[in-house]
Structures are given as structure tokens and as C-alpha cells.
């Protein structure tokens, strides 16, 4: 492995982008020589060529989640494999666990993608657009991310709204802290720089499941369900068996996760998408 990783990060501005910035401004990432790529150095739909510099491995957290733009999601990902493909980077393309149907078990990464929702589908086809350019492209399929979900990311008045579920615990899902995120990228990354056989299509969660109540308790935040809509996916889980191989995973824990928001805090800066 060489002493240094030349590390990409294309969508470094937005939620995920940022607090991986704050988590290695905080420690951590040791051997890696990163630059953050944000829509001011390159507007992908409209800038033509990228504007890189030569690296070994490319991270692309770009992305559109929500409303009719989310339809932009496989040009966005196509554009940033063939900027891979050209530079020779090795290329980690972050997807969701949205393209999974959700339902009461884990879904591992050799079960059929079906997703039920616009983003779901934008992001699976978004995996098949970088297939083509890149087949040997890493496929992340990355869970809740402890503070760039809506759940504790939003700062509306008044208590944080959850759907109803018939269970009466609300939405429960697969999440991961932002220093674990970190951690875990950057792993991968160092990894995939030295040549190791890694999975084509990857989990990235931690172990277990996480109401959306309970994180909400653990950071002290006001709830309630909201009255007229029930979760239209309940439960939405990821098996992490095969991350858990490749290295230790810490089990889910919503303390855990809201602590590691808050010592991330200081070191945020804020930013657009």
C-alpha cells in the first residue's frame, strides 16, 4: 500500500458531505490526502469535464433526495464514473438502502432491488448507470446517517412529526453515527487502494435496528406521531453481515450516535448542496 491515499469526495457540501468534513477535522483519517469536490468546483449537469486532479480512489456522495429532481440521480452518478473512469480512480459510489422494498426482515445485498419509491428508483437506476461505465465500481447501499436524516437534520418549531405504525414504536430503520461513518468509509477506501477483493455491492449500516423515537429521545428531542399518516414503509433494515466481515461494526445505539453528533458539531461548517 502506498503512504498516502489520494481520496476524492465528490457532493462534499451536502449532509453526509459535511459531516465526514467535521469528522476529519476532529481525527481520523490518517494516510489519506483528501479533497472535497462541491457543486462550486463542479456543477455536474452543466460544467462539462471534471475538473479533478488525479487520485486513486473517488468517493460520490452527489445526490438529489427529494421532488422532481431526484430523476437527475443517474446522469449525476453516470457523469462521476466516467470522471473515475478517466482518471483511473477506483470509484465508491454511495446508494441508499431505499432500493430495497423494505418489510420485517434484513435485506442482504444478494436479495432483489424493489424499491417503492421515486428515490429508491433513482438511485437503483443510478447504480445500473455507473455499472456501465465502471463494472468493477463499489455499490455502497448506506442506511440512515445519525444527523443528515430528516429525523434529527431537521430544525422546523414544534415537535419532530413520525409516522404512525401499527405497532405504536413508529418507523424503526438502519442507521449509523457519523464517526462510524467515517471510520467505515475511510476503511474502505484504504482498503481499496491496496487492491483487497471487496464486495461489489455493500451494506452500510450498523448492526440492529433503531426506532426513530428512540433516537429522538436519545437527543432529547420533542415527538409526537403525526395524526393523519401512517409509515408508508415501517420497518426498513439492512443486513450487515458482509461489513461486519470485512471489519469490526459497533452494534446499533442511539446514544451512541447522537454522542457522536454532538462532538462532530464544533467542527461543522455549514454549506449549501
Excluded at 477535522?25 to 457543486?39: D, F, H, Q
Excluded at 491496496?194 to 429521545?217: H, I
Amino acid at each position: 500500500m502506498p503512504e498516502t491515499v489520494r481520496l476524492t469526495v465528490i457532493g462534499a457540501n451536502g449532509r453526509v458531505g459535511r459531516l465526514l468534513q467535521a469528522a476529519v477535522r476532529l481525527g481520523g483519517a490518517e494516510g489519506l490526502v483528501l479533497s472535497w469536490v462541491s457543486r462550486a468546483e463542479w456543477d455536474i449537469l452543466t460544467n462539462g469535464p471534471a475538473p479533478l486532479s488525479p487520485c486513486d480512489v473517488m468517493i460520490d456522495l452527489t445526490g438529489v433526495t427529494s421532488g422532481k429532481d431526484v430523476n437527475l440521480n443517474p446522469r449525476l452518478a453516470e457523469a462521476v464514473a466516467v470522471a473515475a473512469k478517466t482518471l483511473g480512480a477506483r470509484l465508491i459510489f454511495v446508494s441508499s438502502a431505499g432500493v430495497y422494498p423494505g418489510g420485517p426482515h434484513a435485506f442482504s445485498e444478494g436479495d432483489l432491488p424493489a424499491p417503492k419509491g421515486a428515490y429508491g428508483q433513482s438511485k437503483l437506476a443510478a447504480e445500473q448507470a455507473v455499472r456501465e461505465v465502471l463494472p468493477q465500481a463499489m455499490i455502497l447501499r448506506l442506511g440512515n446517517v445519525a444527523g443528515a436524516d430528516a429525523v434529527l437534520a431537521g430544525q422546523g418549531a414544534g415537535p419532530v412529526l413520525l409516522d404512525q405504525t401499527d405497532d405504536g414504536r413508529g418507523p424503526v430503520r438502519s442507521y449509523i453515527g457519523p464517526e462510524t461513518l467515517a471510520r467505515a468509509l475511510f476503511r474502505l477506501v484504504r482498503l481499496s487502494a491496496q487492491g483487497a477483493t471487496l464486495p461489489q455491492v455493500l451494506n452500510l449500516a450498523e448492526p440492529g435496528a433503531v426506532a426513530m423515537a428512540d433516537l429522538l429521545d436519545a437527543a432529547q428531542r420533542a415527538w409526537d406521531f403525526h395524526p393523519d399518516r401512517q409509515a408508508a414503509v415501517p420497518c426498513a433494515l439492512l443486513d450487515t453481515s458482509r461489513i461486519v466481515d470485512l471489519f469490526p461494526m459497533p452494534p446499533a445505539n442511539p446514544h451512541r450516535m447522537v454522542n457522536e453528533l454532538h462532538r462532530l458539531a464544533p467542527h461543522r461548517f455549514g454549506g449549501g448542496a
